[in-house]
């Protein structure tokens, strides 16, 4: 069942529409029924119906992220409890924004259920304002749980898409903090995220050949396979996925791709290595984001004197939309970066000032909700 994944539509607010589903309800007293007799009593479902926090756009009730991880958080409970504690780590549930008292319009992106006070028990050890913390709780990405009690354990949205994070990431208030600036990346690309994603390269067509092809042209084959295959080059690949089976329905790249779904971070880890006793970044999590599937494959050298990588084009490494001509030089492509965005070693063929080891290795030309070429 996925009533929601294609429709979603926000959340109705906080205010109880009693009476306006009796079916559902008598359908919640025959499960509450059945649960008791059951050997397998679900406890989180005996106070299902108080509080109420109202229903979405098709009447199915909201419970509230504290029911949620009455069980998620429980290893007794459910096989993995890693979505608990990287939700509870996200700024998703931040205790200290704003607090429950705040206007109705600030609420509807900061806590549209009205559940982030319940949140107030795991953050004790934090400030949190004195009409109590809000939270974007988890039905406001995977839908009303009265559909997971009612269908469990099914859930009505278990991969929530970007039209779920585009309820909020919109176009945000005038004057909103959050965009800023301030000379760094922090809250440059905030704003208008959805819009922004709409018209990208990436929410275009979705690959469904093969998982050769899913790997880098779609979002399910992304984080299926890029965490075996990272680093290796077009033969490789080639050689290693087409073993794999091809994913039916493949959507298109998009948030879910490139953040973690609960700690919003990046799908990448930086490649640090051990210099003089010292960490170095040798290439950032938003560079090896990026490249895993706008492939190039560089060499570095170690400056011992400045303490940063100096990094040109390994040539014997071929991405799998490239190809070398005769004299040993990327063919120029419309499809790659490799020929044109780093130089060679002997200069034989230039590059843009791109560097591999910062946060912003990319952002400094290309909004990567865009996915456009840079305008000047
Ligand atoms: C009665 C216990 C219980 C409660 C309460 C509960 N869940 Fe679950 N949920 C489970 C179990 C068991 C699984 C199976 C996965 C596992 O064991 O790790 C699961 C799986 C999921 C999945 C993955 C589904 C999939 O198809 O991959 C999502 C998403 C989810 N739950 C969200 C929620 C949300 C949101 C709530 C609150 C509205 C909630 N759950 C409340 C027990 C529960
Ligand atoms: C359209 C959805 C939306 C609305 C409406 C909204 N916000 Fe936000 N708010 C966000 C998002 C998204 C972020 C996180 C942005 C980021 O840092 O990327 C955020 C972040 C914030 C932060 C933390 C930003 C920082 O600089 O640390 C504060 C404080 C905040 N909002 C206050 C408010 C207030 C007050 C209102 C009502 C006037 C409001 N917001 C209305 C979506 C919204
Ligand atoms: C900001 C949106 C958002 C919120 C809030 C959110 N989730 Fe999720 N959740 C996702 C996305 C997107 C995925 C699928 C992609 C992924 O695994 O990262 C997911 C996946 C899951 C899964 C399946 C994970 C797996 O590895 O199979 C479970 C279980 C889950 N969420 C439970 C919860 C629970 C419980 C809460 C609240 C405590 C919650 N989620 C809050 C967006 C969210
Ligand atoms: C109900 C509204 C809502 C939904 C749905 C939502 N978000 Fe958010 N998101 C926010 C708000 C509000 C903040 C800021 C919270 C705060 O600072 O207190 C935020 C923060 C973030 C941040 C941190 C930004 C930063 O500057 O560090 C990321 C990343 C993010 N969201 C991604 C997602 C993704 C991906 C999804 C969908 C899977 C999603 N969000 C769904 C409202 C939402
Ligand atoms: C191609 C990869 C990619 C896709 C797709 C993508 N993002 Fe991002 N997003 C990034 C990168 C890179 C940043 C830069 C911040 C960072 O380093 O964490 C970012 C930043 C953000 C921020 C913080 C903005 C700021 O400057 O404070 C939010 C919120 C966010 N993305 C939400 C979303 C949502 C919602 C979607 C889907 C509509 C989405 N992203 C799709 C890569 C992506
Ligand atoms: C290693 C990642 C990767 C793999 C594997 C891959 N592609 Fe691509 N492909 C890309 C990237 C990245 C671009 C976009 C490059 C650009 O526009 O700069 C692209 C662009 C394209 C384009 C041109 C843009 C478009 O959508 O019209 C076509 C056609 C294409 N790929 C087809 C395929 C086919 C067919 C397969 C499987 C046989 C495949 N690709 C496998 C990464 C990959
Ligand atoms: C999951 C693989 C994947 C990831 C991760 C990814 N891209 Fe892409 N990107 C593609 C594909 C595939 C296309 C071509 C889409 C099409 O035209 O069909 C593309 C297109 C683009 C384009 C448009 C190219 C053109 O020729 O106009 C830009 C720019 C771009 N991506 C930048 C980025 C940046 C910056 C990042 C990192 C924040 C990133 N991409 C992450 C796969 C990816
Ligand atoms: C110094 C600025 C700069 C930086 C940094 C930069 N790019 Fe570009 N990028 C450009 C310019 C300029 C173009 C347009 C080139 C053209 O039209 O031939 C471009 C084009 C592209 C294209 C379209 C394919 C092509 O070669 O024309 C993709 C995809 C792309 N960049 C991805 C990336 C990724 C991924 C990163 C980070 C690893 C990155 N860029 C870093 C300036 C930059």
Redesign the pocket.
């Known amino acids: 069942m996925n009533r929601i994944n294609d429709n979603f539509s926000p959340p109705t607010g906080r205010l109880l529409q009693l009476g306006q589903n009796l079916a559902l309800l008598l359908a919640i007293f025959t499960l509450l029924l059945f649960t008791a007799c059951s050997s397998d009593a679900d406890p989180a479902a005996d106070n299902i119906l108080d509080p109420l926090y109202g229903t979405d756009a098709e009447g199915a009730r909201y419970v509230g992220a504290d029911r949620c991880l009455s069980c998620h958080e429980n290893p007794g409970k459910v096989t993995n409890t890693d979505p608990a504690a990287t939700y509870l780590a996200s700024r998703h549930a931040t205790p200290g924004t704003i607090g429950a008292d705040a206007d109705q319009q600030c609420l509807a992106c900061h806590d549209p259920i009205g559940d982030g006070l319940n949140l107030g028990p795991w953050f004790t050890d934090h400030q949190q304002p004195p009409a109590g913390m809000t939270a974007v709780g988890c039905e406001a990405c995977h839908g009303a749980g009265t559909l997971h009690w009612l269908n469990f354990p099914e859930h009505p949205n278990p991969t929530p898409d970007y039209q779920a994070c585009g309820q909020c990431h919109q176009a945000l208030p005038a004057g909103h903090s959050a965009y800023a600036g301030q000379g760094s990346f922090t809250g440059y690309y905030a704003d208008d995220i959805l819009d922004t994603y709409r018209g990208s390269a990436h929410a275009g067509q979705v690959n469904k050949i093969g998982a050769l092809c899913q790997r880098c042209h779609s979002d399910e084959g992304f984080r299926a396979y890029a965490g075996q295959t990272v680093g290796m080059d077009g033969e490789e690949l080639t050689e290693f996925l087409p073993g794999a089976g091809a994913i039916a329905d493949p959507s298109p790249i998009q948030c879910r791709t490139c953040h973690d779904g609960h700690t919003g971070e990046l799908r990448a880890s930086p490649t640090v290595v051990q210099k003089d006793g010292k960490e170095i970044t040798k290439y950032s999590r938003l560079?090896n984001l990026?490249?895993a599937c706008?492939q190039v494959f560089l060499k570095a050298e170690y400056s011992a004197a400045e303490q940063v990588f100096v990094y040109y084009l390994d040539t014997e490494k071929i991405p799998f939309h490239g190809a070398l001509d005769d004299a040993g030089l990327p063919v120029p492509s419309?499809w790659?970066?490799w020929?044109?965005?780093f130089a060679t070693k002997d200069g034989a063929r230039g590059g843009?000032?791109?560097n591999?080891a910062s946060e912003n290795?990319?952002m400094?030309?290309?909004d990567p909700h865009a996915a456009s070429?840079?305008v000047w």
Request: with cysteine; charged share 10%.
């Open positions: 560079f990026c490249t706008h419309a790659v970066i020929d044109t965005h843009w000032p791109v591999p290795a990319c400094g030309c290309h070429k840079p």
